[in-house]
């Protein structure tokens, strides 16, 4: 065997218990002497979380907790599904702990599957009942875990000076096999990941994709030595194990992407998040190219919108950069001057105005027209029953166009609702070619949003709720 190639997983013993306030680089330091071990540059020491929690005072007493009427009902959920598992049954008051260290609940089945607020996605937001001693106290994740390790890291190196790397380790559960493995959760002097692209395989193949998860690797094999009971061997130091120092790491960079994450499944959070992020974005886009398919997606999307006898009465006219778009704008346009000369503005303001209509319409990368086919609404002698049905046809393609600007949202473009293709119908159908039953109603910008905007203030509900007063 080649010496060189030999890692050595070493677990310190005889570790006190550790209470809040306990300087861990200190106890690590007494630790080592009482194993006989002495740091070296290049080590590794993987610590495990429960000791990093009790230090920071990371515990909670669930006895204490007031469950939610949310904890209460997630727990009448998932109680059957654990039981019919022969899983341990969840206390509403531990679950409320788990909502409060969780940024979502990604999923309530027999297990709670949670994003914790760092962006972990494990279960139970990390909460451990294990390697505590006191009988109703769990510990809770570190809140900062990289800042936990670069203290230690910097306590021990001002004591040893030796160039080590920290990790802390919690163990994870994991999607599609069973068995829980040493998961690092925070890191100091090592990177998370070892980029293998653009590097040569045994074959001479330049690697294209391979990204090694060497902390994660690390933490698995300290836990061989930790066990899963980590409070008998919670430090554990690795030897030989060859990684490039960098001062400044964190553990987010291995954490994937949400918009490449294939795996993270559309939640109710990210739904209501998706509702309440989308704005009406009226600045100037980024010249990001936007794909005309994802656009199509999106209409495809707009489709699933109800419509009043499912007449799906909405048509879509997509229309990229070019002579047609501009053509169009221009014309619109000259209506435009005309109707504001017909009210009395004045040749500057009208200028202005105009100007500024035909910048917004013409910079988007996409302008989509929405019109409302007529052909489709049924067809009545009385009047009132014809515009009865010309508004529900309004109304129906309101919520595709609604559904049109969430599934924007969701693939981070940009779009603005513009009114004014309803005042320039004949000259749009004119220079667009459109069929006679198609009426012109609203135009959307779209593009990749150079700048965040502020949400407009909402009404309160008790403004939009009417309580109808059946004594009056
Ligand atoms: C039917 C409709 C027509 C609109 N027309 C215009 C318009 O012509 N010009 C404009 O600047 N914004 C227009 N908007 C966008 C509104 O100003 C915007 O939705 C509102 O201020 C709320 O902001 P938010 O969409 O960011 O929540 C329109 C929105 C709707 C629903």
């Not at 306590?155 to 990790?167: D, F, H, M, P």
Request: aromatic share 6%; net charge positive.
């Amino acid at each position: 065997m080649n010496l060189k190639d030999e890692i050595k997983i070493m677990g310190l013993e005889d570790i006190p218990l550790i209470k809040r306030g306990d300087f861990l680089p200190e106890i690590i330091i007494n630790a080592l002497e009482i194993n006989g071990i002495t740091l070296e540059d290049g080590d590794i020491i993987v610590i495990a979380q429960s000791i990093i929690s009790k230090s920071n005072g990371r515990i909670r007493n669930i006895d204490r907790i007031n469950p939610s009427e949310k904890a209460i009902k997630i727990c009448k959920k998932i109680t059957p599904k654990a039981k019919s598992l022969g899983l341990p049954e969840k206390d509403p008051k531990l679950v409320q702990a788990i909502l409060d260290e969780s940024k979502t609940l990604i999923m309530s089945e027999h297990v709670l599957i949670t994003e914790t607020k760092h962006g972990f996605i494990c279960a139970d937001a990390g909460i451990d009942k294990s390697n505590i001693g006191d009988k109703g106290f769990v510990t809770l994740l570190p809140k900062n875990p990289d800042n936990d390790a670069e203290k230690i890291r910097i306590g021990l190196k001002r004591i040893t000076n030796k160039e080590i790397a920290v990790i802390i380790s919690d163990s994870f559960g994991r999607a599609f096999r069973v068995g829980a493995i040493g998961t690092a959760i925070g890191v100091s002097g090592i990177n998370p990941t070892l980029d293998m692209r653009g590097k040569k395989d045994l074959y001479g193949y330049e690697l294209q994709t391979t990204v090694i998860g060497q902390v994660d690797s690390l933490a698995a094999a300290a836990q061989l030595v930790m066990g899963e009971s980590d409070e008998g061997v919670p430090l554990v130091i690795i030897r030989g194990y060859n990684f490039e120092f960098q001062e400044k790491t964190t553990i987010n960079s291995i954490l994937r992407d949400r918009e490449i994450d294939l795996f993270r499944k559309q939640t109710y959070e990210n739904i209501i998040e998706v509702l309440k992020k989308r704005r009406s974005y009226k600045l100037g886009f980024s010249t990001k190219e936007v794909e005309k398919e994802i656009i199509e997606e999106c209409i495809e999307f707009a489709c699933w919108a109800p419509s009043a006898h499912n007449g799906q009465f909405w048509r879509y006219i997509i229309l990229g950069k070019g002579i047609l778009r501009e053509r169009l704008i221009d014309k619109m346009n000259d209506k435009l001057r005309d109707d504001l000369l017909k009210d009395g503005n004045s040749e500057k303001s009208i200028k202005i105005k105009v100007e500024k209509t035909r910048n917004k319409f013409l910079e988007a990368p996409f302008l989509i027209l929405l019109c409302l086919d007529d052909k489709d609404l049924q067809k009545y002698k009385d009047t009132e029953r014809t515009q009865n049905e010309f508004i529900l046809g309004i109304q129906s393609i309101s919520s595709s166009a609604t559904y049109l600007l969430l599934a924007l949202e969701m693939k981070k473009l940009a779009s603005c609702w513009y009114c004014a293709p309803l005042f320039a119908k004949k000259v749009i159908k004119e220079v667009l070619n459109l069929p006679v039953s198609y009426i012109p109603m609203a135009f959307f910008t779209v593009g990749y949003p150079l700048k965040t905007v502020k949400a407009p203030n909402r009404k309160a509900l008790k403004e939009i709720i009417f309580e109808p007063n059946m004594y009056a």
